[in-house]
């Protein structure tokens, strides 16, 4: 693997060079789970990824129209420091309720409780903030490699969400190096503010940026 992110190897690739570099380089207790339950897929939710691209999830006068729902999907870190990716809710608040169903959309909106996630959540990562400072501030190879295939995975459900549905904007992983060294790792939108403030007016009639003449911080 070289030492930037290859957008050509697939998070799949990612996990198994992590288990690789697990073999000969210390890393925290706490990534344990990852590197050795079988399923770990980095938080994707694949049952609630296939009901948002289900038509049975859009509105009726949508799917007569012959129309594809609009989604933003958005990445934030919440209170606890564990990552959510979600097309419903989310930071910004950005989902057009008049083109999904409105018992997908209740179930979407819902709050997670420990193992009950919330439908509009795609991908939800446990501990990401300790895999970015390890791999940050720590370089640490094993967490360099699953943060690595963290982003791929966004990446790799960002593609497979805009095949079928309408992506108004995401917010992927961006990195920043010094030198051969990682330097940052953040959630970015790929729209501007004002694209997001227009979403946003569209939406719900008002924007963030209305109300406080900035953009939304990030935790």
């Given at each position: 693997?070289?030492?930037?992110?290859?957008?050509?190897?697939?998070?799949?690739?990612?996990?198994?060079?992590a288990r690789k570099r697990a073999r000969y380089c210390k890393y925290p207790k706490e990534m344990e789970w990852m590197l050795e339950w079988e399923?770990?897929?980095?938080?994707?939710?694949?049952?609630?990824?296939?009901?948002?691209?289900?038509?049975?999830?859009?509105?009726?006068?949508?799917?007569?129209?012959?129309?594809?729902?609009?989604?933003?999907?958005?990445?934030?870190?919440?209170?606890?420091?564990?990552?959510?990716?979600?097309?419903?809710?989310?930071?910004?608040?950005?989902?057009?309720?008049?083109?999904?169903?409105?018992?997908?959309?209740?179930?979407?909106?819902?709050?997670?409780?420990?193992?009950?996630?919330?439908?509009?959540?795609?991908?939800?990562?446990?501990?990401?903030?300790?895999?970015?400072?390890?791999?940050?501030?720590?370089?640490?190879?094993?967490?360099?490699?699953?943060?690595?295939?963290?982003?791929?995975?966004?990446?790799?459900?960002?593609?497979?969400?805009?095949?079928?549905?309408?992506?108004?904007?995401?917010?992927?992983m961006e990195f920043t190096y010094a030198g051969k060294n990682l330097a940052s790792a953040n959630f970015v939108p790929n729209i501007t503010n004002?694209?997001?403030?227009?979403?946003?007016?569209?939406?719900?009639?008002?924007?963030?940026?209305?109300?406080?003449?900035?953009?939304?911080?990030?935790?």
């Amino acid at each position: 693997m070289t030492w930037k992110f290859d957008p050509s190897i697939s998070s799949a690739d990612y996990l198994a060079l992590a288990r690789k570099r697990a073999r000969y380089c210390k890393y925290p207790k706490e990534m344990e789970w990852m590197l050795e339950w079988e399923g770990f897929d980095f938080g994707a939710n694949r049952e609630h990824v296939d009901q948002l691209l289900n038509p049975t999830s859009w509105s009726d006068p949508l799917v007569r129209a012959g129309r594809k729902p609009r989604v933003f999907i958005d990445a934030y870190l919440n209170v606890k420091n564990n990552v959510e990716i979600r097309t419903v809710g989310g930071r910004y608040k950005i989902y057009f309720e008049d083109d999904l169903h409105r018992r997908f959309l209740s179930h979407a909106l819902g709050r997670s409780h420990g193992s009950d996630r919330s439908l509009g959540e795609i991908m939800w990562g446990r501990d990401f903030y300790l895999i970015s400072g390890m791999a940050v501030i720590r370089r640490n190879p094993v967490a360099k490699a699953l943060l690595f295939g963290f982003k791929q995975r966004l990446d790799e459900l960002i593609r497979e969400i805009s095949a079928r549905l309408e992506v108004v904007g995401a917010m992927p992983m961006e990195f920043t190096y010094a030198g051969k060294n990682l330097a940052s790792a953040n959630f970015v939108p790929n729209i501007t503010n004002e694209q997001i403030g227009a979403l946003q007016r569209e939406a719900f009639g008002w924007s963030f940026f209305d109300r406080r003449g900035d953009h939304v911080d990030l935790d």
